[in-house]
């Protein structure tokens, strides 16, 4: 038997093929995302090992403080060859479009071994007045130009870019990205102290030995060179088991979607070798024989397609790394990453391959010797399971609606999912009417023939169309709420923000000039403004939360009960995060100060309201100190076109001041959900590429089961192209197939977990984004055309004789 399936595999590689490439993207999938996952902690190992690099003891300021006379005595103890202070400061850069960023600035070390940074071009400050930039932040600056930088209150100090510098940005360990002298440091900040201390050991001097020495001379806390690298490990530990779940779930997706491809191949070449199955029961193989030469197929298919996966996974991180734009590319390769690839890819094909195989045991060795006869449709048995299917989903999401946001969401997961088992299992009742209704709108006898050769069999058609389904159904969720809540985020900032420009402050603990909002209330075409401070306030037996300060009624959260127009003196509006944590409500009191409204806000950069909001007089009152962090002037303005120009021309005196509009704002806060959907996309998209390879597959096994007919309709006056644009029509009604279901239960499942969201009064709502969806569909029916190609070259090379001589 085991010469049988060797000899098998032999002479039919080619129907092989195309299942082996959905188990190879799948594994793809599976292997890239360890590889990706494990990336990142190679990456921040390197930027640990870059950082520390030369250091032999370190002495950090959580524990002691660090400066000019701590480090004078760390370089007189015996044994240190050389000791630095590190330090760093925020440092505002105006960039080339005379705008501030944040950026951070450190000191040059004198001892070129402690330097956690290497010169790319140009060279290093040598003197106050000079400056090097981190090579990926001298965008727009030309070497040997000015630079503009800030200090802590706004001050401009003009520099010369001398150099740049790399350092690995993209660990996730941060730094700076700005590099001066010592002493600009101290003018940038001149109340900034050393973060750490770090120190060389002179030749001969263990790392051990020189801590203890320091410990002892200094009397503070010394950790070794290998001790500060394992500290800035385990304090800058990524979350890779998030991530890894993140990545492992759209695996799952993959090799889901690639075992319903494989499922359906082997189903079809199990139907298609049945009389050869049968003979080899007729001389004497056995059930459990056949049944394990079936599987044997599999596992060697799974076995080949999974080492080419492997090593498409590595290829994959490698190409995913580049594309983010990393300075270094990672590849650890470790042995559960090889042991989970071939475990998923040999596992899962034969699981996929055992359904088939279990049904070829089943026919009877002298039925199946007999000439097959048509396809079977879907009976009355699938139509009660989808039934059942959809009235679990439609009960399922009624009671998720009717309750609290935590239930409704665990009731809504089995909701979506019972739907989408409704769509699968209704696939081969419908697969009929639908391709012959396509086949009757398309004029032309390829649509004819295609819809024909769909219709002939129900039950494979729906199965080509599943895996299409599957991930079309993800996407479209995924790009539905994300629409949702980017509309409902937009909204929110709409109905909260009654000002037309937000005016803040780059670095964030450097507040804005109490008197700005009266310079910027002077100018032409301005008609109102309203300060907003963000300050830690005592709500009594309540506790510390973050509050909010405003003057006037520029800011107008959607009210949930009670009133908030203009706050006055011992009103507050407390927000329904706060209300539901303290119990407090309208008419309560708090601090002396009277509840006057709940409401629901969204967050944005300069109208965040915290967890409540009273007017500025009452800041001290809740804050003694007074002291305030992200405060923004809110300014509206008659025409904001025309007077944006006057209003940067008054904040010209403040470098600090960035000027957002409310259109800005609003992408700011949509840029990263856009950049999440686009992942998304990419990470779904390889599912879909594996739901075409299975009708690529499937059109390719019809073609050499239709051998003798596709020869038949040649000799009657059917050309190579009429036959070639049947095949692409067959495909092309598959994929709408596919995309119906795929768009229904998407769009279905994304309804309801926006109604159930919204009912706890996240900020989203039900907004399909049409354009995107019909660029979804459109590429997938430009890709049917596509998955059809080989198929049709492979029925159009066959000749006539020898078609029709085919068994």
Same mark, same amino acid.
């Given at each position: 038997?085991?010469?049988?399936?060797?000899?098998?595999?032999?002479?039919?590689?080619?129907?092989?093929?195309?299942?082996?490439?959905?188990?190879?993207?799948?594994?793809?999938?599976?292997?890239?995302?360890?590889?990706?996952?494990?990336? #990142?902690?190679?990456?921040?190992?390197?930027?640990?090992?870059?950082?520390?690099?030369?250091?032999?003891?370190?002495?950090?300021?959580?524990?002691?403080?660090?400066?000019?006379?701590?480090?004078?005595?760390?370089?007189?103890?015996?044994?240190?060859a050389a000791a630095e202070g590190r330090t760093t400061v925020s440092a505002p850069l105006i960039g080339p479009d005379g705008r501030?960023?944040?950026?951070?600035?450190?000191?040059?070390?004198?001892?070129?071994?402690?330097?956690?940074?290497?010169?790319?071009?140009?060279?290093?400050?040598?003197?106050?007045?000079?400056? =090097?930039?981190?090579?990926?932040?001298?965008?727009?600056?030309?070497?040997?130009?000015?630079?503009?930088?800030?200090?802590?209150?706004?001050?401009?100090?003009?520099?010369?870019?001398?150099?740049?510098?790399?350092?690995?940005?993209?660990?996730?360990?941060?730094?700076?990205?700005?590099?001066?002298?010592?002493?600009?440091?101290?003018?940038?900040?001149?109340?900034?102290?050393?973060?750490?201390?770090?120190?060389?050991?002179?030749?001969?001097?263990?790392?051990?030995?020189?801590?203890?020495?320091?410990?002892?001379?200094?009397?503070?806390?010394?950790?070794?060179?290998?001790?500060?690298?394992?500290?800035?490990?385990?304090?800058?530990?990524?979350?890779?088991?998030?991530?890894?779940?993140?990545?492992?779930?759209?695996?799952?997706?993959?090799?889901?979607?690639?075992?319903?491809?494989?499922?359906?191949?082997?189903? #079809?070449?199990?139907?298609?070798?049945?009389?050869?199955?049968?003979?080899?029961?007729? #001389?004497?193989?056995?059930?459990?024989?056949?049944?394990?030469?079936?599987?044997?197929?599999?596992?060697?298919?799974?076995?080949?397609?999974?080492?080419?996966?492997?090593?498409?996974?590595?290829?994959?991180?490698?190409?995913? @790394?580049?594309?983010?734009? @990393? @300075?270094?590319?990672?590849?650890?390769?470790t042995a559960r990453t090889v042991a989970a690839a071939l475990a998923v890819g040999i596992g899962v094909t034969s699981l996929a391959?055992?359904?088939?195989?279990?049904?070829?045991?089943?026919?009877?060795?002298?039925?199946?010797?007999?000439?097959?006869?048509?396809?079977?449709?879907?009976?009355?048995?699938?139509?009660?399971?989808?039934?059942?299917?959809?009235?679990?989903?439609?009960?399922?999401?009624?009671?998720?609606?009717?309750?609290?946001?935590?239930?409704?969401?665990?009731?809504?997961?089995?909701?979506?999912?019972?739907?989408?088992?409704?769509?699968?299992?209704?696939?081969?009742?419908?697969?009929?009417?639908?391709?012959?209704?396509?086949?009757?709108?398309?004029?032309?006898?390829?649509?004819?023939?295609?819809?024909?050769?769909?219709?002939?069999?129900?039950?494979?058609?729906?199965?080509?169309?599943?895996?299409?389904?599957?991930?079309?159904?993800?996407?479209?969720?995924?790009?539905?709420?994300?629409?949702?809540?980017?509309?409902?985020?937009?909204?929110?900032?709409?109905?909260?923000?009654?000002?037309?420009?937000?005016?803040?402050?780059?670095?964030?603990?450097?507040?804005?000039?109490?008197?700005?909002?009266?310079?910027?209330?002077?100018?032409?075409?301005?008609?109102?403004?309203?300060?907003?401070?963000?300050?830690?306030?005592?709500?009594?037996?309540?506790?510390?939360?973050?509050?909010?300060?405003?003057?006037?009624?520029?800011?107008?959260?959607?009210?949930?009960?009670?009133?908030?127009g203009r706050l006055g003196p011992g009103e507050i509006a407390i927000s329904k995060d706060l209300a539901d944590q303290t119990g407090?409500?309208?008419?309560?009191?708090?601090?002396?100060?009277?509840?006057?409204?709940?409401?629901?806000?969204?967050?944005?950069?300069?109208?965040?309201?915290?967890?409540?909001?009273?007017?500025?007089?009452?800041?001290?009152?809740?804050?003694?100190?007074?002291?305030?962090?992200?405060?923004?002037?809110?300014?509206?303005?008659?025409?904001?076109?025309?007077?944006?120009?006057?209003?940067?021309?008054?904040?010209?005196?403040?470098?600090?001041?960035?000027?957002?509009?409310?259109?800005?704002?609003?992408?700011?806060?949509?840029?990263?959900?856009?950049?999440?959907?686009?992942?998304?996309?990419?990470?779904?998209?390889?599912?879909?590429?594996?739901?075409?390879?299975?009708?690529?597959?499937?059109?390719?096994?019809?073609?050499?089961?239709?051998?003798?007919?596709?020869?038949?309709?040649?000799?009657?006056?059917?050309?190579?192209?009429?036959?070639?644009?049947?095949?692409?029509?067959?495909?092309?009604?598959?994929?709408?197939?596919?995309?119906?279901?795929?768009?229904?239960?998407?769009?279905?499942? =994304?309804?309801?977990?926006?109604?159930?969201?919204?009912?706890?009064?996240?900020?989203?709502?039900?907004?399909?984004?049409?354009?995107?969806?019909?660029?979804?569909?459109?590429?997938?029916?430009?890709?049917?055309?596509?998955?059809?190609?080989?198929?049709?070259?492979?029925?159009?090379?066959?000749?006539?004789?020898?078609?029709?001589?085919?068994?």
């Amino acid at each position: 038997m085991l010469r049988t399936v060797l000899a098998g595999l032999k002479a039919r590689p080619l129907r092989l093929l195309l299942s082996a490439v959905a188990v190879t993207l799948g594994v793809t999938f599976v292997a890239g995302s360890f590889v990706l996952t494990d990336s #990142v902690g190679a990456g921040l190992r390197d930027a640990a090992a870059y950082e520390t690099r030369g250091v032999d003891a370190s002495i950090t300021a959580d524990r002691a403080a660090l400066d000019d006379t701590t480090l004078t005595k760390a370089r007189q103890v015996p044994g240190a060859a050389a000791a630095e202070g590190r330090t760093t400061v925020s440092a505002p850069l105006i960039g080339p479009d005379g705008r501030p960023r944040d950026a951070a600035a450190t000191g040059l070390s004198a001892d070129e071994r402690l330097r956690p940074y290497d010169l790319v071009e140009g060279r290093f400050p040598r003197d106050s007045g000079e400056i =090097a930039l981190e090579r990926t932040s001298a965008d727009g600056f030309p070497l040997g130009g000015p630079v503009t930088v800030l200090d802590e209150t706004g001050g401009r100090h003009p520099l010369t870019l001398v150099g740049t510098f790399s350092r690995p940005a993209d660990s996730g360990l941060g730094g700076a990205n700005l590099l001066v002298s010592q002493e600009m440091v101290h003018r940038l900040n001149p109340a900034a102290t050393f973060g750490e201390i770090v120190v060389r050991a002179a030749p001969g001097v263990g790392q051990a030995r020189l801590a203890a020495d320091l410990q002892k001379a200094l009397g503070v806390p010394v950790v070794t060179g290998k001790e500060a690298a394992a500290r800035l490990l385990a304090e800058t530990a990524p979350d890779t088991a998030g991530l890894a779940k993140f990545f492992v779930g759209f695996a799952v997706l993959a090799m889901v979607v690639a075992a319903m491809v494989i499922t359906n191949s082997f189903t #079809v070449l199990v139907t298609q070798r049945a009389r050869e199955l049968a003979l080899l029961r007729c #001389v004497g193989a056995g059930k459990r024989q056949l049944f394990g030469g079936v599987l044997a197929e599999a596992a060697v298919v799974g076995a080949v397609a999974s080492v080419a996966g492997l090593f498409g996974g590595v290829g994959a991180a490698a190409a995913l @790394q580049a594309v983010a734009g @990393q @300075q270094t590319i990672h590849l650890p390769l470790t042995a559960r990453t090889v042991a989970a690839a071939l475990a998923v890819g040999i596992g899962v094909t034969s699981l996929a391959a055992a359904i088939p195989a279990w049904a070829a045991t089943r026919v009877a060795p002298v039925e199946a010797l007999r000439t097959p006869a048509g396809s079977t449709r879907a009976g009355r048995p699938r139509a009660i399971v989808a039934a059942l299917l959809l009235a679990v989903a439609t009960g399922a999401g009624a009671l998720a609606l009717r309750s609290s946001v935590d239930g409704g969401a665990a009731l809504a997961v089995p909701a979506m999912a019972a739907l989408l088992g409704a769509a699968l299992a209704a696939g081969p009742l419908i697969a009929g009417p639908v391709v012959r209704t396509l086949g009757r709108l398309v004029p032309g006898r390829a649509a004819e023939l295609g819809a024909l050769n769909a219709d002939r069999d129900p039950n494979r058609t729906a199965a080509s169309a599943a895996a299409l389904t599957i991930g079309l159904a993800v996407v479209t969720l995924a790009t539905t709420l994300a629409a949702g809540v980017e509309a409902g985020r937009g909204r929110g900032l709409d109905e909260q923000l009654a000002a037309d420009f937000a005016v803040t402050s780059v670095i964030m603990t450097r507040p804005l000039p109490a008197t700005l909002v009266d310079t910027l209330a002077t100018v032409p075409g301005v008609t109102a403004t309203a300060t907003r401070r963000s300050f830690s306030g005592d709500l009594g037996e309540y506790g510390d939360y973050q509050l909010t300060a405003v003057s006037g009624d520029l800011l107008r959260p959607t009210v949930l009960s009670g009133r908030l127009g203009r706050l006055g003196p011992g009103e507050i509006a407390i927000s329904k995060d706060l209300a539901d944590q303290t119990g407090l409500a309208v008419g309560g009191t708090v601090r002396s100060l009277r509840v006057v409204g709940v409401y629901d806000a969204v967050d944005g950069p300069g109208v965040d309201v915290g967890f409540a909001l009273v007017d500025v007089t009452e800041q001290r009152r809740l804050d003694p100190a007074g002291e305030s962090y992200d405060g923004s002037v809110l300014v509206k303005a008659a025409d904001p076109e025309r007077t944006r120009p006057a209003l940067e021309r008054a904040l010209s005196a403040t470098p600090l001041a960035k000027l957002s509009s409310a259109g800005e704002i609003k992408e700011e806060e949509a840029a990263p959900l856009r950049a999440t959907l686009n992942l998304m996309w990419a990470l779904t998209g390889l599912a879909v590429l594996i739901a075409f390879a299975g009708i690529t597959n499937t059109l390719s096994l019809s073609v050499l089961e239709r051998t003798r007919e596709s020869a038949l309709l040649r000799a009657l006056g059917l050309t190579r192209g009429g036959l070639g644009a049947a095949l692409t029509a067959e495909a092309v009604f598959v994929a709408v197939l596919g995309a119906a279901c795929g768009l229904s239960v998407g769009i279905a499942s =994304a309804w309801l977990i926006t109604e159930v969201a919204a009912g706890g009064g996240e900020p989203i709502v039900f907004a399909p984004p049409w354009a995107r969806l019909g660029v979804l569909v459109a590429a997938a029916l430009v890709a049917a055309p596509l998955a059809a190609l080989v198929p049709a070259r492979r029925a159009g090379r066959q000749g006539l004789v020898a078609g029709l001589s085919a068994e």
